[in-house]
């Protein structure tokens, strides 16, 4: 179940990223980025939520997908965490960190320590 949320969620927000970039940041109050990156960057949130679908069927078959997915979960914020260091973020831009990262850590943590039992 986490893991069909999961690819739902990655899906939809790739989605957005890919087809309204620059409204996605400005809504997330994320500084101004080309929307070629933002695009790309949401191309591959979309690949994760495809990840996470199939991974969905046979969770023991496919924890390497779900490994992966936990380590993006994991390098996002310590990119935010660097980018705040260096300006280049504020804070009121953790918001997509948090929906798109931190929220995930837990669930899939647990589904990545039940597939490697």
Known sequence: MILRMAGVYNLVYGFLLA???V???HWL???PTPGIMIQAIGMMVDVCGMAYWIAANDPVRYCPMVAVGLLGRTFGPIGFAAGLLQSVFVWKSATMFV???LIWWWPLGKNYSECMA
């Open 19 to 21: 087809f309204y970039p």
């Open 23 to 25: 409204q996605v940041f």
């Open 29 to 31: 109050a994320m500084p």
């Open 99 to 101: 929906f798109s990262d």
